[in-house]
């Protein structure tokens, strides 16, 4: 699988131009985000970069299916949703294995028999579901006969049939990435994601200059009604007084694990940041956004990277990473 197209500059570049005092160029590099989840290549200046990307796989393929709509490429589109799917499941069979405390090389060794086949992910999928949260995971299995007849029967995809598939596949990822948000310590999360980007990053040997991606257009986030609350007063305030705010935004990145607040007197105040690592006991998952609002930020994206192109992007010398 060869995923989207990405911007990045050289970073060795970066570091030698700030070293010497002078502004960073805009020159960046096109590259394909793998399957490995590490891009290499060689800028102009013949430095060996590592581009880690920090997500997953799925979020990846959902970002493709959804460029496809907007190109008008149907067939592909409902194919990316429907693997989209299949790694999402897969992501959450490795997590909850991780809560577990079962290795991951047992995992893989267990995963090759479902590897190669959709109905057994799903029903590994479906019975780990089951377990962890007591109740079934709602599967529309009609909705399969649309992807079969357009993958293996060569039927073709209609506008309305790859809208109504992309819906219905964008649901069922929320709803599992809600469901881990709101039942699954934000410890073990944290630590199983820095987790595979650490076995990600180890690949690496050290001639290469490292940095990390992560552009994901999934939210992850959870909020509790206190945060969405202080959430609309800043909004508010940023607006009344933008001087004031950019001010004390900076004062508090330079402290680090601050925040900004409304206290009840209608302040602006810097507190301490929560902990990412707590559950939080009435928090919900807030993420959610609507098919047409993701196209319209893919559309974005694509047009940015249209617009950036000109004159700034070179064609990177990939590096075969195959061996990763």
Known sequence: M??????????????????????PSLKSYEILTPDTGIALFECNQHHHNAVLIQEQTFEILLELAIENLVDKYYREAIFNFAAAQERCFEFFCELISFEKQISADNFSQCWKIYKNSSERQLGAF????????????????????????????????????????????????????????ENISPKILNEFISKKNTEKSSKINGKYYISTLSA????????????????????????????????????????GKKILNIDYNGNLIIVDAPD????????????????????????????????????NVECASVIDCTNI
């Open 2 to 23: 060869v995923g989207r197209i990405v911007h990045v500059p050289c970073l060795k570049c970066h570091q030698e131009e700030l070293e010497a005092g002078r502004l």
């Open 126 to 181: 479906y019975f780990l579901y089951l377990m962890r949260f007591n109740v079934p995971f709602e599967y529309n299995q009609k909705k399969s006969e649309l992807r079969n007849n357009v993958i293996h029967k060569g039927e073709i995809a209609t506008k309305d049939n790859a809208f109504e598939y992309g819906i219905y596949i964008l649901n069922n990822i929320y709803n599992i990435i809600e469901a881990i948000t």
């Open 216 to 255: 994901s257009i999934l939210s992850w986030q959870v909020a509790t009604p206190k945060e969405l609350e202080q959430e609309k007063l800043l909004q508010q305030y940023s607006k009344l007084h933008p001087q004031e705010y950019a001010h004390k935004v900076a004062e508090a990145n330079k402290l």
């Open 276 to 311: 990412p690592n707590l559950k939080k006991i009435d928090g919900h998952y807030v993420g959610r956004k609507s098919l047409d609002e993701l196209i319209e930020n893919v559309t974005q994206i694509k047009n940015h990277y249209t617009l950036t192109k000109s004159g």
